[in-house]
């Protein structure tokens, strides 16, 4: 149980205004949670969600308008008051210490465990909760923090604004929750939040995955230039009619898996068999060639290795070979101390460059081209990166390696928390350029995205375990192979999960 009886709204924000200098995020936004509903909230990059969030939370306070917790509407705002009322908030950007261990990360988010045995009751906490919500998540609550994957990061962050010391959560928004996490950690988690709604918990929910939003939100808000353009019931939506409101045409969905003709007998990029096991891997040229399989078990590494072998030494190649789209823009993917434009051109330096100085005139072209062509929300180039929504930020990292002039674009995750709008912008220029003869590899954790590729390496425990074309590429096959053990004589063959 959630530990909340009241029959009244958890919190509610009346006419709320924010201002960025000459940026209107919010324009007068009127939001009530209540007890036992998940709202979804959902919008384009740059709708006002992320700030409407920061306003609840008391991370921001509004120009204008007001916000009360459980009915307090003179009551003390901030961050304190927000989490003395039960407001949770795991955040798309992870918010948690790398080099603290889970335990240490807990104690921070919270100031109940005190004394002498405070790791012990921070430790039984951390792995109830995880043991709840993700079972057989396989994580020591002793590692630090930094030597976790992505998704383990997230399961922890999740499970912190969960878990019950001193005070059960009221109220837990989730932003973009499961954009690190594969469908099977996805569902355990909608799972979960469904569980929680039920026993009287509220949710703000979060997500350009709009089918987890149809199928979690009781109730959803659809933002718009930092209003509410719509507020129903969930089952008033479809998707279509989501992603209209959201002010999106819906995309005729293209068939992207007709078998390509390869220009070359010979792959561009090919790796031997994973340690000794499982299937080598190869890709050719105009090839969109995606990685699936659950995370954390060598999709990224392969990634990694394959840039490392056509990347040369820290010397920067003239013609580069391949580029690379992090999916943890945080961690391996911005220069936060950077400007937008700085941040997007960093990769095409030898091409902007003269004797040695950068050509600031083609630089400006540069990044006023991808501006237009990404959609990139800003109204100028010079701001920092830290200015845009992480959709956004996500957008310069996409444009940063499709400015350049590599052959192939590897991508790990790139399209974490970017809207559908954009999404099916970035699909079509991914299939152009692959007509083009540019080759793609793709990880992803969204089977949307997996699904639109010419060819799927399945992973499991280090070594792909299954390869499928065409119409083999459904959900049902990348799960059922996903849970196929490798072995050392490559029985595992082409097709084996169908």
Known sequence: MTGSSQSGPVVEVQGVKVSFGAVRAL????????????????????????????VINGGLSPHEGTIAYEGEERGRTGIAAARSHGIRCVFQELSLCPNLTVIENTRIMHRAL??????????????????EIFPGHRIDCSRAVGDLSIAERQMVEITTAFADVGQA????????????????????????????????GSIIFISHILGEVLSTATRILV?????VVADRPAVEFTQAGLVQAMGSVVAEK????????????????????????????????????GLAGLSGHGQTDMLVDLYL?????????????????????????????????????????TDLSRATLVDERHEAELGEEWKRRIAIRTPDMENGILSLSGGNQQKVLFARALAVRAPVVLMDDPMRGVDIGTKQEVYDMVRKEAEAGRTFIWYSTEMDEVCICDRVYVFNAGAIVAELTGNEINEENILAASFTEASASDAVTKGAAA
């Open 169 to 200: 959560p009221k109220l837990v928004i989730l932003d973009e929750p499961t954009s690190s996490l594969d469908a099977s950690l996805a569902e355990q988690l909608l799972a979960h939040v469904r569980t929680y709604v039920a026993d009287g």
């Open 254 to 289: 293209k068939d992207a898996r007709a078998a390509r003709e390869r220009a070359t007998s010979e792959p561009v990029l090919s790796l031997p068999p994973r340690r000794g096991r499982g299937l080598p891997f190869q890709a050719f040229a105009g090839e969109i060639v």
């Open 223 to 227: 933002m718009k230039d930092g209003r």
């Open 27 to 54: 324009a007068g936004v009127d939001l009530t949670i209540r007890p036992g509903e998940c709202v979804g909230l959902v919008g384009h990059n740059g709708a006002g969600k992320s700030t409407i969030v920061n």
């Open 309 to 349: 072998s056509r990347s040369g030494n820290w010397l920067r190649r003239r013609n580069p070979e391949v580029a690379f789209v992090a999916g943890d823009r945080g961690y391996n993917g911005t220069f936060p101390l950077w400007s937008i434009l700085k941040n997007l051109s960093i990769g095409s330096l």
């Open 114 to 131: 005190t004394g002498w045995n405070w790791r012990s009751r921070a430790a039984a906490a951390i792995r109830d909760k995880l043991d």
